[in-house]
């Protein structure tokens, strides 16, 4: 049970909408898991008045927030500072206040280089396949490339959006092999067993569509681990497919709990108590 008081501080996500998100849920858990007196509420800001956010967080003292779709981008011009990693994603998904000013940063490129490494899969030297190249994708490529990756493909159905994002990392990452391709049977085909590692950070598969996957049911996965960062459901048709082929199978819950631990360390200073966040989440996916 919360005990909101006058010197309760508080954090919130700003989206539209932001009615099914399960920040709050998972946030509070924690803070009361671990006594702090901070709360979490959703912020639902229309884009019409997305300038308003830096004046709205400063007015009612706000001590941060977490920014979704559609504003991790818009968002940015709002900010007194941006951290490096931040800017170079091109996306704020956390803002802290401190003395007034506010800062972001991008927590989704940490969160999955996590969620990869507690399930043991080493991103330095792999062979990766990211399917999709919107905003997800973009964390994604810059989480594999920051941790070392040898080669990273990018297929995605509109070729020109995924060249867009590959052109743009080249020049940070000069020792990563990029490529980019239109996502279709033949070039799943083709890209058989050439991978260590293949992700899916479009939408395909997402509830209400539950049956579609990105990779075309004919076609085999390649022998790597499969990575999903869509969680609604858990077990997705693309991660049914690799359990198929026996392969080792990486769900979406680990990033958006590692995204929402380095978010909650930013704010409070306490290492995040990620069980919880992960019993608490889980909880609410059952
Ligand atoms: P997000 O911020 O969640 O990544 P986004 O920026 O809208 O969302 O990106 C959605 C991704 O899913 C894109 O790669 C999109 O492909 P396009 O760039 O061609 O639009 C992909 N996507 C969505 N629906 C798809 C579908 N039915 N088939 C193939 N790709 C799809």
């Known amino acids: 049970m919360m005990h909101i008081n006058g010197e309760t501080k508080i954090v ?4 539209y909408p932001v009615t099914h998100s399960l920040s709050p849920l998972i946030h509070n858990a924690a803070f009361a898991a671990l006594k702090l007196n901070w709360a979490y509420i959703p912020l639902p800001v229309n884009p019409e008045k997305i300038n308003d956010v830096r004046k709205g967080l400063r007015t009612f003292n706000f001590a941060g927030a977490n920014v979704t779709v559609p504003h991790k981008q818009a968002v940015m011009r709002q900010l007194d500072e941006i951290d490096p990693v ?21 927590t989704d490129a940490d969160g999955f280089l996590q969620a990869l490494l507690e399930k043991g ?11 999709g190249a919107g ?5 994604t490529v810059f989480s594999l490339a920051h941790a070392g990756a040898k ?14 994002l590959v052109d743009d990392l080249r020049a ?18 083709a890209a058989n067993d050439s991978f260590d590692l293949v992700v899916n950070t479009t939408s395909l598969g997402m509830f209400p569509h539950v049956d579609t996957s990105p990779w075309h049911p004919d076609i085999p996965l390649p022998n790597a681990t499969i990575c999903d960062l869509v969680y609604t459901p858990i077990r997705t048709k693309f991660l049914q497919q690799a359990e198929s082929q026996n392969l080792p199978a990486i769900d979406g819950t680990g990033m958006l709990i590692h995204q929402g631990a380095r978010a909650f360390e930013i704010w409070t200073g306490h290492p995040a108590p990620v069980d919880v966040l992960r019993q608490t989440l889980l909880a609410a996916l059952a």
């Open 12 to 15: 919130g996500i700003l989206g």
């Open 86 to 106: 931040a800017r170079e994603i091109g996306a704020v998904n956390t803002i802290a206040v401190q003395n007034g000013a506010l800062r972001g940063f991008n």
């Open 121 to 131: 899969f080493e991103p330095k030297g792999a062979r990766c396949l990211v399917l």
């Open 135 to 139: 905003g997800a994708a973009r964390a």
């Open 151 to 164: 080669r990273i493909a990018v297929f995605n159905r509109t070729v020109e959006r995924a060249a867009f």
């Open 172 to 189: 940070t990452f000069e020792t990563v092999q990029f490529s980019c391709e239109s996502l279709t049977p033949h070039s799943l085909d």
